[in-house]
């Protein structure tokens, strides 16, 4: 299973005066299973980037292919794209609507035309896999705190039983015990159900932390592309484009600066930690 663009653009009020080019010419292929975090500043075109994906927005121009077929031709089935393809927005708002968490989880499956029983079982199933207390599923989701509320979003797709889960600043807000739980349990589901997931981020701790490859976004167009390690070692680019490198890399090359042998390439807080007491042993042995 891949996706792949090829030369999209993307015009916001196209032949209108207000016309805006938010993609230009973006080309890349995200592979089956892959942790990929997809960062840049406010505008640089991160959601409209992802809501392509899925079909949400039509390109202006160029080619977007799910297995291999051009999600474009007249005959191919954008709802079910959609249940393969699952966005988590930003605001979970956006996305609960029902009078309880469970019925919102529901209507996924249901609207795939599946019946009730099936529905309530992948529901049951889609709460579980996001860490959702079984005590809030029968609230009204709007009487849920900001991560609960995210876990319940997160439900509502995961009952869809998507292959690609793609997750638009799913911390936002929390507090930093709250932004680990979810990101913990994003990545266990990516490695439990081998699930392709796009992470889009502000934050580029936790990029470094949880994801295997890193797109970033300026200017509607893709400035790199790679490892972590490989991408934050363009720490001008990274800061022309009003970005920056996690703050423990910064941390270990003020260490190096002074004299201290670490790695300035360190992105994690345990990288960092084996770095400095590796550093701390040679100098006792020395």
């Not at 291999?68 to 007249?74: H, P, S, T, V």
Request: charged share 25%; aromatic share 8%.
């Amino acid at each position: 299973m891949s996706i792949i663009l090829d030369k999209v653009d993307y015009r916001y009020s196209g032949g209108t005066a207000y016309e805006k080019q938010a993609l230009n010419q973006v080309s890349l292929k995200i592979e089956d299973g892959e942790f990929i975090g997809i960062i840049g500043h406010t505008g640089s075109g991160k959601s409209t980037l992802i809501q392509h994906l899925n079909g949400l927005l039509q390109a202006s121009s160029g080619g977007i292919y799910y297995n291999g077929r051009d999600i474009y031709e007249e005959d191919y089935d954008r709802k079910e794209l959609r249940s393969k393809v699952g966005l988590v927005f930003q605001y979970p708002e956006h996305q609960l609507f029902e009078p309880t968490v469970f019925a919102d989880v529901c209507f996924g499956p249901r609207n795939l035309g599946l019946s009730r029983k099936e529905s309530e079982l992948r529901a049951f199933s889609a709460l579980r896999g996001a860490g959702l207390p079984e005590e809030y599923w029968y609230c009204s989701p709007f009487e849920l705190s900001g991560g609960q509320k995210r876990r319940a979003a997160i439900a509502g797709v995961l009952a869809m039983k998507p292959e690609v889960l793609i997750l638009d600043e799913p911390t936002a807000g929390l507090d930093p015990l709250g932004r680990d739980e979810i990101l913990n349990q994003i990545a266990s589901m990516h490695q439990e159900l081998n699930m392709t997931v796009l992470l889009v981020s502000h934050s580029m701790e936790d990029v470094a932390e949880y994801v295997n490859r890193i797109i970033v976004m300026n200017q509607g167009s893709i400035l790199l592309d790679g490892a972590p390690k490989e991408v934050f070692r363009h720490r001008q680019e990274l800061e022309a484009a009003g970005l920056s490198v996690p703050q423990v890399t910064e941390l270990m090359q003020e260490l190096r600066d002074r004299g201290i042998p670490v790695s300035p390439e360190v992105t994690t807080l345990k990288e960092a930690r084996e770095a400095v007491l590796q550093a701390f042993s040679k100098h006792r042995q020395g």
